[in-house]
């Protein structure tokens, strides 16, 4: 395991999983997963997966399908349709 701090950073490796902390900043990977935060932002992607938020806003992708949310507005968008 390995851990760093310095000045408000922080971050932390153990056996594929890496995390890091810098004020509102926050990141995360483990196989594969990714994460990270910062104010309102939020955003992930996993094995394809791809999900945004912000404020308001959520963003959703898989291969072909993609949906968008914004305050009760909803899309859906296929490939092929």
Do not use: K
Request: glycine share 12%; charged share 15%.
């Amino acid at each position: 395991m390995h851990v760093f701090t310095f000045r408000g950073l922080h971050v932390l490796a153990f056996s594929g999983l890496h995390v890091l902390a810098f004020r509102r900043l926050h990141a995360l990977t483990f196989r594969g997963l990714h994460a990270l935060t910062f104010r309102g932002l939020h955003a992930l992607t996993f094995r394809g997966v791809h999900v945004f938020a912000f404020r308001g806003l959520d963003v959703l992708a898989f291969r072909g399908l993609h949906t968008l949310a914004f305050r009760g507005l909803h899309i859906l968008a296929v490939r092929g349709l």
